[in-house]
């Protein structure tokens, strides 16, 4: 609906559609509300909406995750994390620890990954792990650091919410709220990122196609927040020579399909540091808007991901090299 669309308008435009069974859902989408309909109309049973003025535009998204699909939107929705932004030609780097342990490795984290140009802090403070008997995180402490590291270099922060009863929690701290692997289809979570308006990191199921990784996304955006970036961290197949199968043609399919911004994270899609590099330098190439990369001042001792974690060195001459391949394909590190 165009801006000027009041209240009766829309419901008047609701009635209509919902008398064609269309069930339409109505949006708030930035300055602009949408009706989206749980199937796509033929052109003829709406058409008297085409002569109404106040219909701004009709799109007939034929994926079924409309909101994210380039057939409603066909530029690449830059996604603004205080004062970083995803989806631009500068990469998106994250940087920073798997958890955050304690003040000062996650202040020399937030150092390093800072001095390098990185343009958000990461650190999980709830942690997914998958035996009960390893480090399970922080929690608020946790957050109490990302806030401190915020404020002490500048960078917004970045952090897991395992649990709907957490979001307002995470939301007080963190800058943008991640959803992983693990979380892909826990929909009451995606509904509760949603209704947070909060910057959101979906991060792809490690059983998830791309499809249903969009439609999971889709939950996020039809509660009204367009602030959606996908980051693809590998999936799980027969391979056993890295932890996950990094599926690189994901970011091509989802350039074509969404318009949504594209990270790649090489850490945990190999689960080996020596992998990390070439896999990053390959994302950048096959173009995502950054990416998310586990750096810890001393990984060897990290209570989490202790082998796919670079060091503060590895990382900046990780960051140098991914000059040139950035500058390749048209894009920039800094
Ligand atoms: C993480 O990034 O901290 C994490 C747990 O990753 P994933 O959800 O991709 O396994
Ligand atoms: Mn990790």
Redesign the pocket.
């Known amino acids: 609906m165009r801006k000027e669309a009041n209240r009766d308008v829309v419901s008047e435009i609701s009635d209509f559609l919902r008398k064609r069974g269309l069930e339409p859902r109505i949006v708030t989408w930035k300055d602009r509300t949408l009706l989206v309909t749980h199937r796509n109309p033929a052109p003829e049973e709406i058409a008297p909406l085409k002569e109404n003025k106040i219909v701004e535009r009709i799109a007939h998204p034929t994926l079924r995750a409309q909101l994210a699909s380039r057939e409603f939107q066909d530029s690449t929705s830059p996604v603004r994390v205080g004062s970083a932004e995803i989806g631009r030609t500068k990469l998106a780097i994250i940087a920073g620890p ?2 955050v342990e304690n003040r000062e490795q996650l202040l020399k984290a937030a150092r390093a990954a800072k001095e390098c140009g990185a343009s958000l802090l ?1 650190g ?1 403070v709830f ?2 792990r998958t035996s009960p008997y390893e480090f399970q995180g922080l929690g608020e402490a946790g957050l109490r650091l990302l806030a401190q590291a915020r404020e002490e270099t500048g960078l917004p922060v970045i952090t ?1 919410v395992l649990e709907p009863g957490k979001v307002d929690l995470v939301a007080k701290y963190a800058d943008m709220l ?6 892909m289809q826990n929909f009451s979570l995606l509904k509760a990122v949603g209704k947070s308006k909060m910057p959101v990191l979906l ?2 199921g ?1 059983m998830a196609t791309i499809e249903e990784w969009l439609q999971a996304a889709e939950y996020i955006l039809l509660e009204g927040n367009p602030d959606v970036v996908l ?1 693809e ?2 999936i799980r197949t027969f391979e056993k020579a890295t932890r996950n199968t990094l599926d690189l043609a994901a970011v091509p399919v989802l350039r074509k399909t969404t318009h949504l911004p594209i990270l790649v ?1 090489p ?2 899609a190999t689960g080996c540091r020596d992998f990390v590099g070439p896999m990053a330098k390959a994302a950048v190439a096959a173009g995502a808007d950054g990416l ?1 990369i ?1 750096t810890h001042p001393s990984p060897e001792t990290a209570l ?2 202790p082998h796919q974690q670079l060091t503060l060195e590895e990382f900046a001459s990780l960051l140098r090299e991914l000059e040139l391949v950035a500058k390749a394909v048209g894009r920039a590190i800094r």
């Open positions: 798997c958890s990461r999980g942690k997914p897991e991640q959803i992983g692997a693990r979380n991060k792809r490690m980051c961290r590998g994270d850490s945990h998310m586990e989490s991901d």
